[in-house]
């Protein structure tokens, strides 16, 4: 870190910065301005957790040099982490499409939107049993009976599922039924269900919060490592801008960002990014030009009739072309897409 302190306060209270630095552990390096003088001090941060830095006499200010996430980060640990799940990798060559419909409606619509998605190529099948609806007149999921469609979806075949959990009691349900859990934008936050989620041991899909930083995010990763679960994907599904003709604003340069910054797999949700179907396909190209190691897709068998995200789900057909476009790419940039 960087201490600034300014020149014109008495000179004891640059020693007494040093000297706490110093018993603290700190390497310390003075460089001294006309104005302000620079304390470079390298150490252990955790060891002035209860000693605000900022708050002694003569402080002007203080810069950290590290990232606030550390299990996270790529310092601690430079190669890339690999998520398995059965017998897929993410987060390694290989491309991985999850997709499904918004929402689990019934039996036939799920095992019908499994049938289309693995045809196409899609390894893991998504749904939502439980539904963080905007409106609480929404449709807001099946629940229990939701998650029994899809383990009927996996056993029929043989994709794994993924599912978002909203609370203690649909993890608690979930936990029987889900090869990943998905963490919703809504809860990105939500410190105490990421701590739970985490103990659950499964591998997690974490979505970039509404109005999230980069940084807030790679904390909110931080909280399931802490946990002592190392299976992390994050999910980009774009941010609030004040851009409102899509439903989001994708902001695909934070997968090399994520890359550099951290060492957890990206996948991209192309589908609650734009809102609108036909933008589905060119964001899922980008994105995995852009690095990305999978994506996140709506697919429904009728979207017209959708009880949830109609509007930017595809159907058989547009799914089908998505995929195949998406080989050359994904061969482009090294990455191997198996259909
Ligand atoms: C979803 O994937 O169904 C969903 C609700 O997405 P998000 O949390 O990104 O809004
Ligand atoms: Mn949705």
Redesign the pocket.
């Known amino acids: 870190m960087i201490v600034v302190l300014n020149n014109s306060e008495d000179e004891r209270n640059l020693q007494r910065v040093i000297k706490l630095l110093n018993d603290k552990g700190f390497v310390t390096e003075i460089v001294r301005g006309t104005e302000k003088t620079i304390v470079g001090a390298v150490g252990d941060k955790s060891r002035l957790i209860d000693i605000p830095i900022e708050s002694l006499e003569g402080v002007e200010k203080v810069i950290p040099i590290l990232a606030p996430y550390k299990l996270a980060s790529r310092e601690f640990k430079p190669h890339d982490t690999v998520v398995q799940v059965g017998d897929l990798y993410i987060g390694s060559t290989e491309i991985i499409v999850m997709a499904g419909p918004?929402?689990v409606e019934n039996r036939e619509q799920l095992l019908e939107s499994a049938r289309i998605v693995k045809k196409s190529g899609a390894k893991i099948l998504?749904g939502?049993a439980f539904?963080?609806r905007s409106s609480p007149y929404s449709f807001q999921g099946l629940e229990k009976k939701g998650l029994e469609y899809l383990a009927l979806a996996r056993e029929i075949t043989g994709m794994p599922i993924i599912t978002?959990v909203i609370d203690a009691r649909s993890l608690e349900m979930a936990l029987d039924y889900a090869d990943i859990m998905?963490i919703?934008?809504?809860n990105m936050q939500n410190y105490s269900l990421l701590q739970q989620v985490a103990q659950a041991g499964k591998p997690i899909v974490l979505?970039r919060g509404?109005s999230a930083s980069i940084e807030e995010w790679i904390l909110a990763a931080e909280y399931i490592l802490k946990e002592g679960n190392p299976n992390v994907i994050l999910?980009e599904?774009g941010i609030r801008t004040f851009e409102t003709y899509t439903r989001n604003t994708l902001d695909l340069s934070a997968i090399p960002a994520i890359k550099q910054l951290t060492h957890l797999p990206i996948i991209v949700?192309p589908s609650?990014s734009t809102g609108k179907w036909r933008w589905v396909q060119p964001m899922a190209l980008g994105a995995v030009a852009s690095g990305a190691d999978g994506l996140?897709i709506?697919v429904h068998p009728n979207p017209a009739e959708a009880l949830c995200?109609g509007p930017q789900s595809l159907n058989a057909e547009t799914f089908d072309k998505l995929m195949q476009s998406l080989a050359p790419v994904s061969r482009a940039v090294n990455r191997e897409l198996i259909i």
Request: with cysteine; proline share 5%; charged share 45%.
């Open positions: 918004c929402a998504r939502g539904k963080p978002e998905q919703g934008a809504r979505k509404i999910c599904r949700d609650h996140l709506e995200d």
